[in-house]
């Protein structure tokens, strides 16, 4: 199982959950929401302050390499090895 560790000086959470390496991370424009790119062809969607995982994306095609959030936060954009966008 693969952890995200948050860095900095005082890291409040350790995400757990991954079956493969974690690609590519973004936080939400109103910064509560942090997604998550994964090997394990998942998006995870965390909570940031209690660090609790709110949602998995599954069925991609291949890893999910990159991500961003819209500029509302309503929709994240996800690349994968097939290369194709998922919205």
Known sequence: MKTI??????PKHRLQGYAGW??????SPDET???SASADFTV???NIERG?????FIGHLGEVRSLIF????STIACNEDEALINA
């Open 5 to 10: 560790l948050i860095l900095s000086s005082n």
């Open 22 to 27: 974690v690609w590519c991370k973004a936080i």
């Open 33 to 35: 929401t942090l997604a």
């Open 44 to 46: 995870k969607l965390w």
């Open 52 to 56: 609790t995982l709110l949602q998995t």
């Open 70 to 73: 819209s500029l509302s936060g």
